[in-house]
């Protein structure tokens, strides 16, 4: 199809132009990253150890800044990028790796289930607005207007400090070694429960707010009166024509909401010192750690991109329209 097509293009003209970017920024600040290591080890350093480390971490001068660029995409394509100053001698790809899992199953998992849940219950509130249910939106936007940080404080404040019922930080149990038996799961669901409660409460009401003015508005349309005028069941006019056109906003933005899902909530992480990739991020922009600020970011771009081309395959199904484009 052309609108795929177009897509398509424009998605991959968009990661050449983030990636070069990417490349680029960091050799423009200000600073030998190098000596930002070496500052960390208060013993002597050898000439020919520093030297070791520039070419190792790409700085070598005796290079032109093309020679890297090149260098840059192949290593990319190699999978290779770089060694993390932050875990020296760790790769960034192992760093990603290791923190990437945690991200994705906490953040991923609360966004789909603030979405799926917002978008059920603004539905029903639009289909019936003017009754009791539209008091639940005051509560649910008080809730998205308080800033992460400060919920999960409340959070860990009442839970664990008073209640004592969940943990309050870490990822897991202290002890623990990471694999797939049920005391290490357990323990790993029961850390998750406040970070990913205080994701939910945060950003639920936006889901809800922006399906209940959808429905609102396309109620309104013939489409719907002509689905009422034929007898149709009001569950099945509900979901089959009202929601099917008043959820197609809310794609776009769950798509890009997926798509920032590898970015982690950076706050929360450090609220709940959880393990996850926006917390790595958080720790290389303290330590200048340029290869680590790289691979976070270009993971980033990339899952941006790929969320916004699943929601344009959703589109394509959801709306026909697209399918006639062009």
Known sequence: MRFLARRFIFYVITAWA???????????????????????????????????????????????????YVQYWQLLFSGNLGLSFTFFPTPVATVVQQSLPWTLGL????????????????????????????????VATFFSAVPYFWLGLLAIMLFSLTLKLLPAAQGYDPGLI???????????????????????????AGWMLGMRNMMVTVTSEDYVSVAQAK????????????????????????????????????????VFSYPGIGFVLYQAVSAKDYPLMQGVFLVITLSVLVANIIADLVYTLLDPRTRQEG
Not at 30 to 45: I, K, S
Not at 178 to 204: K, M, R, Y
């Open 231 to 270: 007898g149709l069941s009001e569950r099945r006019i509900m979901f089959g024509y009202a929601a099917r056109n008043a959820i197609l906003p809310q794609i776009s933005g769950f798509a890009l909401s997926l798509g920032f899902i590898v970015s982690g909530t950076l706050v929360m992480e450090m």
């Open 178 to 204: 990471p694999n797939l038996d049920f005391i290490f799961i357990g323990s790993v669901i029961q850390h998750g429960i406040l970070p990913a409660l205080t994701i939910v409460l945060s950003s639920i």
């Open 18 to 68: 983030a990636i070069t970017i990417n490349f680029f920024i960091p050799r423009a600040m200000e600073g030998n990253p190098v000596d930002a290591l070496l500052a960390r080890y208060q013993g002597q350093v050898s000439p020919d150890a520093i030297r070791a480390l520039t070419v190792l971490f790409g700085l070598d001068k005796n290079q032109s800044l093309w020679d890297q």
């Open 107 to 138: 953040v991923g998992l609360s966004t789909v289930i603030s979405f799926f849940v917002g978008t059920l219950i603004g539905t029903a509130i639009g289909w019936k607005r003017g009754t009791w249910a539209d008091g639940l939106l005051p």
